[in-house]
Every structure is written in structure tokens, then in C-alpha cells.
């Protein structure tokens, strides 16, 4: 069975640092590019981040340009996201996803985790 299971949300204050982590089992990642997205309450989900299966590209969305990056470690089938400089409006939950065909920021992957919880407030 695919699985994506999301980590390392949690509270933390303006201008603090989490990174997340997206563990896969019942596949490997190799092949998949993989997004972060996210969603807080009321509104659509956006795409924050993503990867290609080789590492070699990735897109950031403009409002995290700067301050988030992605990277992957394929020997551990895990993809990170460290966020920096995290403010409040970086308020949501994450998610991350999986698909063999690169979507880019678009939220129509294949294979979604179950989100975790990250907020910024002081």
C-alpha cells in the first residue's frame, strides 16, 4: 500500500525554523516528483514547493521564495521541507505528494499524506 507520512509540524514563533519531512513506504520515491502544499482554514490549497525525482529542479512559490527549501534523500525515501524565517500567515496545514508526472505546484498529484499541523504565532 503507498503511504505518505508527513513530520515536524508544531508550534513555533515568528522568525523560528521547523522542517518537515515526507517519509514514504510501500514505494519508492526514486521516480516521483514530489510536492509540499498547504492549507489553512477557509482557504483553497496551495502549492508551496516541489521536486523532481532527480533533485536536480525545484519551484518554490513566490511566498516562500527565499525562506523554505526542498531537498530529498532517496537512500532514506524521504523528502524534507526547511522552513526559515516562518511568519504567521505560514499558518496551515501541510501536505506532501507524490506522482510520477511532474505537476509542479498544481494539487493534482497522485498520492497524498495526511498533513501536519504547522503553526507560527507568538
Known amino acids: 500500500q503507498l503511504q505518505l507520512v508527513e513530520s515536524g509540524g508544531g508550534l513555533v514563533q515568528p522568525g523560528g525554523s521547523l522542517r518537515l519531512s515526507c517519509a514514504a513506504s510501500?514505494?519508492?520515491?526514486?521516480?516521483?516528483?514530489i510536492g509540499w502544499f498547504r492549507q489553512a482554514p477557509g482557504k483553497e490549497r496551495e502549492g508551496v514547493s516541489s521536486?523532481?525525482?532527480?533533485?536536480?529542479?525545484?519551484y518554490y512559490a513566490d511566498s516562500v521564495k527565499g525562506r523554505f527549501t526542498i531537498s530529498r534523500h532517496n537512500a532514506k525515501n524521504t523528502v524534507y521541507l526547511q522552513m526559515n524565517s516562518l511568519k504567521p500567515e505560514d499558518t496551515a496545514v501541510y501536505y506532501c505528494?507524490?506522482?510520477?508526472?511532474?505537476?509542479?505546484?498544481?494539487?493534482?498529484?497522485?498520492?497524498w499524506g495526511q498533513g501536519t499541523q504547522v503553526t507560527v504565532s507568538s
Open positions: 505528494a507524490a506522482d510520477r508526472v511532474d505537476k509542479v505546484l498544481y494539487p493534482t498529484y497522485d498520492y
Open positions: 521536486i523532481s525525482a532527480s533533485g536536480g529542479r525545484t
Open positions: 510501500g514505494f519508492t520515491l526514486d521516480y516521483y516528483y
